[in-house]
């Protein structure tokens, strides 16, 4: 527009005339060369941050939800595999000793005639003769749990050989069996073989090999069963050491 406020009349091409102002000195255009310059880089840092983005932000907020939840699943994972509970592995059960020494419940004889519940995620009926070879772990009731648990469910892991925890369902006087659940808590002490749990509502077991009920505890009683069925051993309140380690290897050739 003119100074005096009226429209500048078109030039030859119908364009209205606009009144451009060229300085003597291009130094005056500096500052406008500077913000021209910031602006610019802010445009290209916007379209990398975009560049950047698309791929996450082209479904919303799914990809980043699924893609923290899959990384929080591989932690985990690695975790347990490096400090969680070794799986129990599985040895060769032989055939059943056909002339056993002793009776059936004694040391030389085979595991009493009955069944215990293998207690993984469901109960599962178990002839007590299939319990071999391996240790049998009979805590008695109100039992606190002892790193000879532990010990046990590593060094029948290391010989490829069972080991399973049963609770003594008689009561000692006042105090009654120990529960599925701290029985359950004991065994997840072991992080060097996992021992198998059982329950035995009967007491078929803590009859044949525990202290008498009522009597005095001596903490877990071990029950040595070689591949062939046979009791080979019956240690009451075992102690870690050489001595449980030659035991607990002897069964593999038992």
């Given at each position: ?9 078109p030039d ?16 005056e255009?500096?500052?406008?060369m ?10 290209r840092?916007r ?6 983005a698309r ?7 799914a990809?980043p939800i699924i893609a923290g ?6 932690l985990?994972?690695a ?26 419940g ?15 995620g ?15 772990g009979?805590?008695?009731?109100a ?12 060094r ?6 069972n ?9 000692a006087g ?8 701290e029985?359950k808590s ?8 996992k021992?198998l ?13 525990a ?5 005095a ?28 380690t ?9």
């Amino acid at each position: 527009m003119r100074p005096d406020g009226d429209d500048p009349e078109p030039d030859d091409y119908g364009l209205p005339r606009v009144d451009v102002v060229v300085p003597d000195d291009a130094r005056e255009l500096e500052r406008e060369m500077l913000a021209y310059r910031r602006e610019e880089r802010r445009r290209r840092r916007r379209r990398r941050v975009r560049r950047i983005a698309r791929p996450l932000t082209r479904f919303g907020v799914a990809i980043p939800i699924i893609a923290g939840a899959l990384l929080v699943a591989l932690l985990s994972g690695a975790l347990m595999t490096a400090f969680g509970p070794k799986p129990a592995p599985r040895p060769t059960v032989a055939q059943l000793a056909p002339r056993p020494s002793a009776s059936p419940g004694e040391v030389g004889g085979l595991l009493p005639d009955g069944t215990v519940d293998l207690v993984v995620g469901e109960r599962t009926p178990t002839p007590l003769r299939d319990l071999r070879p391996g240790v049998i772990g009979i805590v008695p009731p109100a039992y606190e749990c002892e790193s000879v648990i532990a010990e046990l469910a590593g060094r029948t892991h290391e010989n490829v050989l069972n080991f399973w925890l049963v609770a003594d369902p008689r009561p000692a006087g006042d105090e009654k069996g120990t529960s599925l659940k701290e029985l359950k808590s004991c065994a997840g002490t072991a992080h060097y073989g996992k021992p198998l749990v059982l329950e035995d509502p009967d007491g078929v077991l803590a009859g044949a090999y525990a202290a008498a009920a009522g009597a005095a505890s001596t903490g877990v009683t071990a029950v040595f069963v070689q591949p062939d069925g046979v009791v080979g051993d019956v240690v009451q309140g075992p102690q870690a050491g050489p001595e449980l380690t030659e035991k607990v290897r002897a069964l593999r050739s038992g």
